[in-house]
């Protein structure tokens, strides 16, 4: 049991190239989170699935997209990179009737 | 608008003391749940404690608490008996059932322990 499990932990990428992020889980969570962030602002939503088949902009979500590919898998592509972005990204996932989000170990994105 | 504020950017307390700290919320669904997370410097999220909106008692975890004042909407957590181990950044967070099972978090109390 994994858990919640990010690829890549690092990256660096200049600025206008593309990624994506994966994230998947195996707790068959309906719902999967994918954050930021960032020194002295917390934790920043930027998409969210509530369900396989939907997803949901949270707070920041400009120069990202996300693709739910099945009930384990959610993924948060940068189409064109900016230094912006250089930030710290956390994937998670909860079950409704869960008192608790469980969080992926991370991903250190830098753009140059 | 601000759904979590955490006031206290870092806290300092002397090893084996009790330390609070502060958390208030802002919803206007009568079910939410209120949660709390340390990340130490290695940087992964580790929760801590829970409480339901409905729920009674205040929250305990081992030398955890939740002080829940609903009225005055707030969820600060008290750490007993502190340890080296517990330095780190603390983030309060809600769950709001209204709004797709979003979570929303606070910007985080760093806690620093003293020997």
């Known amino acids: 049991n994994a858990g919640v499990t990010q690829t890549p932990k690092f990256q660096v990428l200049k600025t206008g190239q593309s990624m994506t992020l994966q994230c998947a889980q195996d707790?068959?969570?309906?719902?999967m989170y994918w954050y930021r962030q960032d020194p002295g602002m917390g934790l920043r939503l930027i998409y969210y699935?509530?369900?396989?088949?939907?997803?949901d902009k949270g707070e920041v979500p400009n120069g990202y997209n996300v693709s739910r590919l099945n009930k384990r898998e959610f993924s948060l592509r940068l189409e064109s990179a900016a230094p912006s972005q250089t930030s710290v990204y956390f994937c998670a996932s909860s079950g409704w009737g869960d008192n608790e989000q469980f969080f992926g170990p991370g991903t250190r994105l830098t753009v140059l | 608008a601000q759904k979590i504020t955490q006031t206290q950017p870092g806290m300092f307390v002397q090893e084996k003391e009790a330390v609070t700290l502060d958390c208030t919320y802002d919803?206007?669904?009568?079910?939410?749940?209120l949660f709390w997370y340390k990340q130490p410097s290695s940087g992964e999220m580790i929760f801590l404690i829970y409480q339901g909106s409905y729920d009674q008692q205040n929250a305990t975890e081992g030398r955890y608490s939740l002080n829940f004042q609903k009225a005055r909407k707030s969820a600060n957590l008290v750490i007993s008996a502190s340890q080296l181990g517990d330095s780190a950044m603390y983030f309060c967070a809600m769950r709001d059932f209204n709004t797709g099972n979003q979570f929303y978090f606070g910007t985080g109390t760093s806690l620093t322990v003293i020997p």
């Open positions: 699935s509530a369900s396989e088949g939907t997803t």
């Open positions: 919803t206007s669904d009568p079910s939410y749940g």
């Open positions: 707790m068959n969570h309906n719902s």
